[in-house]
């Protein structure tokens, strides 16, 4: 069973960066499909980005080309930086953990706020 905790969130300006971290424990991290979710106020849960156990990359287009995903399997750690942040990236960031299609374990959410 993995655990995930997420960090790194908090208030930045309009065009400031942020890097998100996910950190997981309780099993063997680099087997897992790792996510990066959020939810903004009154709307769903949409992907980000994602990045499977071999390294491949998706984004959302909102995230293409502002935020980078990437995992450091020796330090169980994913990360999202985000760069070039917009006040319609204020949400809750979660981060998920899959085999499969089949979601093991999310993290409790780590808010961003983006301020005009």
């Known amino acids: 069973q993995v655990q995930l905790v997420e960090s790194g969130g908090g208030l930045v300006q309009s065009g400031g960066s942020l890097r998100l971290s996910c950190a997981a424990s309780g099993s063997r991290f680099s087997i897992y499909d790792m996510g990066w979710y959020r939810q903004a106020p009154g709307k769903q849960r949409e992907l980000v980005a994602s990045?499977?156990?071999?390294?491949?990359?998706n984004y959302a287009d909102s995230a293409k080309g502002r935020f980078t995903i990437s995992r450091d399997n020796a330090k169980n750690t994913m990360y999202l930086q985000m760069n070039s942040l917009k006040p319609e990236d204020t949400a809750v960031y979660y981060c998920?953990?899959?085999?499969?299609?089949?979601?093991?374990?999310w993290g409790q959410g780590t808010p961003v706020t983006v301020s005009s």
């Open positions: 998920n953990a899959k085999i499969g299609i089949v979601v093991r374990a």
């Open positions: 990045i499977t156990s071999g390294g491949a990359t």
